[in-house]
Every structure is written in C-alpha cells, then in structure tokens.
C-alpha cells in the first residue's frame, strides 16, 4: 500500500498569526498517531533561523518521517544538513539546474533523500534523473480536476507513462494534488505511485471526523 505524507500547509495558514510552533507540532503528533509515513513542511522565503528550530524540533520529537520542501539556497542547504530531515524538495526549475547539482550531492551525502515537483513532461523526468534525484513529484492536479471519464482516463495515462519513465530512470514517484477517493483508488490501482501527498482536502476531512478517521478512510479506500 502507498506511503501517505500530509502537506501542512493548511494548518500553517490557520496559525499564520502570532507564534504557530507549539500548534504545528501538536498537529504532528497528531498525525503520527493517525498513521502517516511522514509530514510536510515548507521553509518558506528566506533563511530563519526559527523556522530552523520548528523543523529540528520537529525532526527530534517524530518517529515519522520529516519531509521538508524549500526554495531557498545556501543557508538553507547547510541547515538541513543538521537537521537531517527524511526527504528534502525542490520545485524544479530549469534556471537553477547547476546550483541543484551541488545542492543533491550535499544532502545525499547526509543520507537524505531529494525529490523535484516536475511538470508532466519527460524532458522534466530525464532532468531530475541527471540530478540524481531520488524521486520525482507528480502534480497531479489535472487529473484531479476532470469532469468527464475520457478526460479522467487520458490524464491518468499521461501519469504512468511518467512514473514508468522515472521508475526505469531509477527514481520513485510521489503524487501531489486534492484526490477525491474514487480518483485515489484509481491512481494507487495501477501500481503508478508509491506515495501521496495529501492537501486541503484530508484537513477539511479531518475537521469533521478527526485524523484518525481520515487516515483510516484513505487506507481502506486503497486495499
């Protein structure tokens, strides 16, 4: 069965206001006892030096999985090196390919994983597989946004043939987007993915039923 990461972005905007760290950590220890492989936090713009501490702390109190997506540079890169979290994303940006480069080796070499959000273009695949990556990301948001079953099956083949391409490239393939469950089922069914990014729709889930019950609702909802 597929890895879950829930993306905290959600519950980051809610407590955008005042000091969200202790909330953002209860929320994660909240996860973790829901079931989870892993959680989701982004850097945001620029270095700081408490958003730092969240993700240490975080990491130190966890014992799941710490994925952490950035764009920043350098101050970033060296305090993720400490802080050592499970997978570190990129957004993939053609611009910044050779500063990629020494970004991956520098955090392979600290045992993390690297990941690159891509567009559904191969072109973006044989990139990241150049860089190195461990695993690609799929924006599945087209997919996720067809209304018609035609539209619905033509988008699902271009997922597999990209995940079958980054797979043979030796990378994994991760899916990002606001499934509906019958569209996750789908996915997880035809083997494209090992692991989903779940957004605003699982919290909004979760506010009615909890963690737990929303876990439990996309687990059996993938056997």
């Known amino acids: 069965m597929a890895r879950l990461t829930a993306d905290l972005k959600p519950i980051e905007q809610f407590y955008k206001f005042g000091n969200p760290q202790k909330e953002i950590l209860r929320h994660c220890l909240s996860l973790e006892m829901a079931g989870v492989e892993s959680v989701l936090i982004n850097t945001g713009d ?9 993700l240490e702390i975080v990491k130190d109190t966890l014992n799941i999985g710490l994925t952490v997506e950035t764009e920043a540079g350098e101050q970033w890169i060296e305090a993720l090196q400490e802080i ?3 997978m570190v994303i990129f957004n993939y940006d053609d611009s910044r390919y050779e500063e990629y480069s020494g970004f991956v080796t520098r955090l392979q070499v600290k045992d993390i994983l690297v990941a690159f959000r891509i567009k559904d273009n191969v072109e973006y695949v044989k990139k990241a597989a150049r860089l190195k990556s461990d695993y690609i990301i799929l924006d599945c948001g087209p997919y996720c946004d067809t209304e018609s079953m035609n539209k619905e099956v033509e988008e699902l083949n ?14 994994g393939v991760i899916a990002s987007g606001e499934f509906n469950k019958r569209k996750l089922k789908r996915l997880h069914d035809t ?3 090992e692991e989903f990014i779940l957004e605003l729709r699982f919290f909004s889930e979760s506010l009615l039923y909890g963690y737990g019950t ?3 609702n996309i687990r059996s909802t993938l056997i």
Do not use: D, N, T
């Open 46 to 54: 620029g270095f700081e030096p408490s958003r730092s501490r969240l």
């Open 84 to 86: 050592k979290p499970s």
């Open 158 to 171: 271009k997922i597999a043939k990209i995940s079958s391409l980054g797979k043979k490239l030796s990378m």
């Open 191 to 193: 083997g494209a993915v």
């Open 214 to 216: 929303a876990v439990w």
